[in-house]
């Protein structure tokens, strides 16, 4: 591969300050991990089954069917290799979807079917349906959202009513609006699905529970008959995906298929309430935490594609007479990616503490601890909807870096940013996300005045009593400020923090003060409070990138995060003045100061820029972009890729002679 | 249709304080362009051959097809029906492309190739070409990048030689990175193209020249020997276009196919010099313009859809036990979409003021006058960057404002997004036009150092001597700053724009005082320039929407224009905070000021909200989407779009049998 090397990544790589390999690792998580990641990528990558044809080519039919394909070959040799660990499942599924993030129609087969049979089936249940599961004879999905009804699931208006006749469960969509809409594998691919929906019994309902559909015969495939099944049509991305809707027209299903260990309906229809269910709360946490890796991952390959052709990509004049420049040498262009670059490994690291907390945290439960469950769910809250907006805007400004190319498929952008950008919305709205984390923010906020002691991310809120002190407080503060030190950096954000968090609480307040209902004075504040979760979330990343400064060994590859570290923090702070002046945080002289700084540290992670995205370590398979490839060959290679297009078949196309000639004849 | 309304947009409709149609006047241009304009779109609208199937569910190749059906159609209809004005071209393809922005093939037919036809002939191939064009006899385009050179135009490697002994031109793609590449309409439409070439005649290189250059043969339509052409491949976005690649090997054409209007080629080879060429810059000035009228346009569609459909969408609890309210009373969806709406009106009143001016000044330029000519262009440049910057992102923020089915495609938004983001790059890439602007700026600036009285857009640099007065001067002025004046915002803008115009200005000169070069030193102060650009060009934009009140007659319709226009500079105010504060244009108690008052603003326009997405008045043939039909019927009509999909043309994808039914007889 190197002797057909473009010659100006070869330069780049030859004068980097690091070994790109140990970085890895520390993004890895270790030797070991790298290890087996690039085992398990290698057994897809030089397995000839999973060959396929760039899909971009592919009509939205075809892309589906090849994803069935893939889904099927990828169950076989999963089964076949015994991988079973959810971080090798997605080692193995990134290379072979060869997409950005890997979308596959039995993603929810895997993730929310099997994962709510393990935590709501009764020891019964469990033993029958998940060994079905597990042997894909019932391909499952998770219908919750309806065409009316998204995050708010009390307005859910499904019906399951129990038939003690029968001792069944009656399912009714009795609205347009309460037809299930959107759940991934719902359209075509899946035989059930796990349906919520309001439980009446004995003339009461009981709430929202969840209820195991079959949808369509096993065997043939025809929907069964009381079902309406369908794709809901082509989207802003995922193709590959079948998100279906559902609507059930007096549909019977065996009192059984109600998911039983919690509550559970009597054969004679009593209803028994379940005890508290806390629990679910775990799930949410879990699966937000993914999102913020999935955030770093997604970034982090826009970075890697918009940073490698802006090495091999030249133009214009820096000095006349010269030859053109690599772009990546202007400084807008090190200004639009550079912060990104620190960005992703800021989110990276973030969101391998939130699993790692997790995991801590569930291990808690077990032993009945459930303490800091709350904050977790706070934090996973805000940080998903933190990391996934800022993520959603890189990944274009990545493309856009990329001039006119960055808009061609073959470039790979379009797709990362259509695959990512639902992560804004599904999981939790972003916007709701953030109100979440306000929530606990006040509450919080609250305690702490009234003397109650925090622990915690939250615990600066211990030196704000509520009062007017915060501004004479921090009087002695900004010509402490250093800025070259994370530490000091990440002060000031909390600052800026208790300072936002203060506000909005204080504003609330003020609402409440003008007789307004509870509900009235919090939509009325609800500017102020998205302010003050995202600037706490903020303060959280900031502390977290500078946390892992002191776990990174090698000396070379401190040095270079510790300057991404703090191109994250100095960037942050000039694209937010006014709150760090506002408070009092920093003076005029020292934005001025931060402003200079970034420049610089530009200029001084420019030589690294190329190694940095090659120690994300993305194979060109799992990459997907001509003008991210490692070997930097962009152009002959484009000019490949577009003689496949499918309107190239022809010289001529069929449309001339149908239309233009007609036309010309006329005129 | 008002029988069938949406009960929530009836209701909203039946409670507005102004006149709708009194504003879509304003808009307009007068009653009488309303008129035309809804004249025109009634003769496609009411015209059953521009009938069409939702381009959502066709292939590209279909898709590219049904635009070449319906660009022969709309040739010929706008022969029969005399239809030659631009804008009311514009009108007509808006309506009959069913396209937010509309793309066909034959655009760069209409546009760059009649033009430079129209600019660079001489008289006698005006003669002939001009009447060849017009009656589409030749189909033409516009190549000029190439793969590997874009806005930097002495990059262009492709070369004209002129051999005297046949008199013709030999043109070449000597490299890959030579090929010309992304104009639209080149791959498979064009039969002629004007191609950008360096010219070589007696041993020398005289630079770029345009050459118009067959590549299909005539009648066939097959390439011609020696010309690759082809469509480069599937875009995000565009499928409806051809862009295309174009190879040149040993190609020869007549001398007379130069366009000789300025410079010429002698039969002999001698090269005759143009004169001055200046003029070629009010095209670029035109372009410009328009898409600052594009990204208004995009950007109401946007908060169309995103409005009405909030209206509509009901969700979560604003008070126990009621009704979901609403969306649109949220005020974080206030605050998100309605600043958006204010910008879409701005830009609306900032296209309208560039076309105008761009008329006048063209009058002037037809005297021999061309002082204002700089200053315009500077100005066309920078205000198709800034507009084209924050309507992209307003597009996508109106998108995900919509929850999930923002995702859809038939919520229209993905198609605005994808139709519009282009704008960023081509026509010159938005970075490197605020750079433009900042060296008008900066000579600007130096002008006024020396003494020069400046006029126009930038006449408030006279007040800045370059010296460090401007603190000082301004200190008594944040007292004056009066919250509910418009002009008085002005004023605000215009001190940022001067301080951040002197900032760019003195850190230029420090590099310099470095002993940098000249282009280093520019190169280190860019990110300062383009902040600089970017208040420049907000400042224009906040004083030509506050001139534009003063000419609205209607009181009800000026009353709620000015709060939009309030709106708008408030909240660039509390998203720019830094620079108010650090400039000591406005205190920490005014910035809390502006942050409360842009809360009662969104309160304010709340009920005029639909009004005033209405007042736009896109027919639904225009608008496109489901979420943001006039008549709000949204949840019935996204389930029968969804049953078009193709992959609901069975109820069983062959998939089924060929894959999945295989894997389950193997686990």
Redesign the interface.
Known sequence: MAASMNPDLRKERSAVSFNTELLTNVLDGGVERTRRRKEIEALVINDPDFAHEDV??L???QR??EA??K??LM??KL?EYGIADPDEIYWFKSVCTGMPKPVLPVDLHYSMFTNTLQNLCSETQREKWLSLAS???I?GTYAQ?E??????L??LETTATYDPATQEFILNSPT??S?K??PGGL???SNHAIVLAQLYTQGKCHGLHAFIVPIRQLG????LPGITV?????????DEM?NG?LKMDNFRIPRENMLMKHAKVEPDGTYVKPLNAKLTYGTMVFIRSIIVGDAARSLARACTIAIRYSAV????????GEP?PQIL?????Q??LFPLLATAYAFHFVGAYMKDTYRRITGNISEGDLSELPELHALSAGLKAFSSWVA??GI?DC??AC??H?????SG??DI?VNF??S???EG????MM?QTARFLIKSYTQASSGQLLSGMVSYLNDLPGQHILPHQVAGRPTALHINNPSSLVEAYKLRASRLVEFAAKNLQAELNRRR?K??AW??????L?RASEAHCHYVVVKLFTAKLSEIGDPAVRAVMNNLCLLYALHGISK???????GGILT?AQ??QV?QR??ELLALIRPNAIALVDSFDFHDSVLGSVLGRYDGNV??N??E????????KT??????????????A??
């Not at 040498?329 to 262009?333: E, S």
């Not at 939509?523 to 102020?528: A, F, H, P, Q, V």
């Not at 890729?641 to 190239?648: A, I, R, T, V």
């Open positions: 971009n080519f009509s939205r039919s589906y069917e069935i394909k889904s099927a169950v076989m089964r042997r894909f004879q391909i959202t065409l009316g009804h998204g995050t708010h009390r307005g347009v609006t037809i809409w959107w359209g075509k691919t043939t495939h025809e929907p369908g794709d809901i049509g082509p989207k802003f991305g995922y079948d809707y990509r030249h133009q214009s004049e820096l000095k006349p053109e040498d202007y400084q807008t262009q200004y639009k959603n805007a274009e493309r856009m001039g006119g960055g808009y061609s498929r073959c952008l379009p940013y950008t639902p804004c919305t599904y709205e972003n916007t709701v109100l209902s509900e009235d939509n009325r504040t609800s500017i102020d998205v937010n003045t006014g709150d760090f002046l506002q005029d934005i001025t402003n970034v420049k152009y002959e484009m000019f890729w577009s003689k496949k297009s499918p309107l190239n010289q001529v196309h069929p449309s001339f002679h149908k239309h233009l000639k007609p036309m010309q006329k005129l």
